[in-house]
Nanobody, 123 residues
Framework: VQLQASGGGLVQAGESLTLSCAAS????????MGWYRQAPGKQRELVAAILVGSGTTRYADSVKDRFTISRDNAKKSVYLQMNSLKPEDTAVYYC?????????????????WGQGTQVTVSS
């Protein structure tokens, strides 16, 4: 499975940004996709994840009501709409995928990772 992420950039606090991730390769094995982020000096954390089949989602408490994850199964893609961005959202964001349901159901780290895309929110 290969994951190609795009859409990062520099925005001001309060603005919006949308990240995109397209999957290729053994995509039939993918049951969940999501986004993680890692800020300098901090551990990588799950931001949002979605089950490809049912659309069930999981969000970090810090982004609930601001971020929305969605998928387009026809395009084998997942998106992260980020609204009301804050400086603390600054991080490298990674697209991820899992053949199991555990990334969504349990927040378990998945086996497939894309390259990171930098999101910087200025105050």
């Amino acid at each position: 499975v290969q994951l190609q992420a795009s859409g990062g950039g520099l925005v001001q606090a309060g603005e919006s940004l949308t990240l995109s991730c397209a999957a290729s390769g053994s995509i039939l094995s993918i049951n969940a996709m999501g986004w993680y982020r890692q800020a300098p000096g901090k551990q990588r954390e799950l931001v949002a994840a979605i089950l490809v089949g049912s659309g069930t989602t999981r969000y970090a408490d810090s982004v609930k009501d601001r971020f929305t994850i969605s998928r387009d199964n026809a395009k084998k893609s997942v998106y992260l709409q980020m609204n009301s961005l804050k400086p603390e959202d600054t991080a490298v964001y990674y697209c991820a995928a899992d053949s199991s349901l555990f990334m969504v159901l349990l927040g378990r780290n998945p086996p497939y990772w894309g390259q990171g895309t930098q999101v910087t929110v200025s105050s």
